[in-house]
């Protein structure tokens, strides 16, 4: 970045419009986008589906290793998740920030080239937002907005008893790429000097710093005619979503571990840093995977899909949470994944 | 406040828990509230109107002088008044907070009781939203959703040319309470003795601190079958809303000075503090009432309600936007609405 204007040399209107100035819009259901009080959507007899996130720098995210066009593209990414995690398609964005006048108009345009990045890779339209100065540090408030048909949305407390737990892509890479970052940026901040050296490391750097949403999935439970009993995203750690699911469900569960998929990648990154990349997978974040259940007939379809794992199955409540590891041995599952407030 | 929860004693899940353990559903377009990854609700061949806000502490609200519930109460408003801007009516809420572990479960609670006060006073359902600590301050995300027949709804840019200008309520008081507030603090960080006397000002710090939004209006034009040709809600001050109207509708307007509504209360206000009560209407801010343009042939039906004043025409765009002062002269209308980038 060469050049830096100040924020204030537009004013906000001045900012919004120039934000705003190449929106396309991609669905028919968007009758009016950004420039009114409020946007107006249609649904043509489906159902809305809502989600919002509030991401706060130094909580959710280091602007030191983190690129302002990968923050804006994350930012929709983790709020599509949870449109797919209900099984439903994503259709439109608000995005609202709060900066500091540290900003200039150059870098919330590196931001919002992450954000028009995603909407067109996911087909959605950015209907709206609010800007806002902070006093200190950028905030991101994401709300996503998702159709379904009627009937077809899928929540987390539906599982059956006997229903197969799945998982998409995998899990474990996003922490390893948080634990490898935060490594090089103490260095860096000991010895300025030092040049880290990411191309080892970078499946696991992409995974905590791009992630993707599961669109696929969705997708092919459409081809295929599956819906699934319950669903959720991956976004605190396998244990966390599965002990959800279990809450919600009012059931047991069994994993098992030499079925849960972690990437070579993840495995060598785990391996460097002495950490087990299982507990990396059961206790790390931000994987943005979906994990689901199914009924058992549903999985001669399941196989055709490689990205799909089965690692367990939906237990009677009296078997607990059990996790039954490579050697045999058989542990609870507990919640360990992130919590903001004990951190 | 005696008891002191921490919010760590909670977690995360057990916050939302705790917050959201007395929601009731009002609306039967809610098909799922708070505790999916996402929600869901239905339109029953309806639109739909969406509008998000963000609040930072410091840059829109003082917790010196703001009650964590009047915060709350203002925090939904503020949004219902872009939904009811739309000619739209508000049915759902998502709402996202993120604050430092300063705050209690108990001062969570009074900001919680404001926004369920409101939810209740209008009608609205509260669906979903996010927690997240903070480093520094309280930083509130409000995404309002709302209910409009198909093309029922109003925007700003379909104003005609000698269509009638009017607004709702009266205008300037909020300005005039920040101002004393903001007065009363100063006095106070100076000598912590001396007790602030709130009691001649209650009018204009009600109208800063807990406004209402418009919701008659509305209804009035549902009952009287009217369809405004455009409106937008006076969120920073009439100058910066008509000269929006005129923008977006390619017009110009004139409007009277003796015709802008403005409370006895408000005038008072003014005269104490030297400022003129005018000014105060056009570059004030945060009335939150709605501004808006009818055909002339709708008058009789207008001055029916004596909540609306009409204060002026829309002119042909070489006319310029124009107010005629009470002593005859006329001035071009410019914009100094608050501007958060330039304060």
Redesign the interface.
Known sequence: MDARTE??S???FG?IDHLTRNIELRNAST??GV?????????FGK??????????????FDLTYTPLQHLGYKAVVVNLS??Y??N?NPT?L?V???FSNRFSVEAIDEFYEGIYAACEKYGVDL????T??????F?I?V????E?R?DK?V???TAGQGDLICCTGDLGGAYLGLIFLEREKKIFLENPEIKPDLEDEKYVIGRMLRPEAAKELIDFFEREDIVPTS???ISDGLSSEILHICK?SALGCVIYEDKIPIADETRNAAFKFELDPTACALSGGEDYELLFTVKQEDYDKLVLNEKISVIGFMAAPEDGKKIITRGGNTFDITAQGW????I
């Open positions: 924020i204030s537009l004013g906000e900012l009758i009016l420039g009114d009080d409020a946007a107006v959507i249609d649904h159902q809305t589906v809502l989600t919002t996130d509030l991401l706060i720098e130094n909580i959710h949870d449109i995690a209900m439903a439109q608000l609202s920030i709060g209907i709206g937002g609010d806002s100065s902070s006093q200190k540090g905030i408030s709300t996503a907005i998702g379904v009627p949305f929540q987390r407390s669903m959720i995203d919600e919590n903001a407030f004990t």
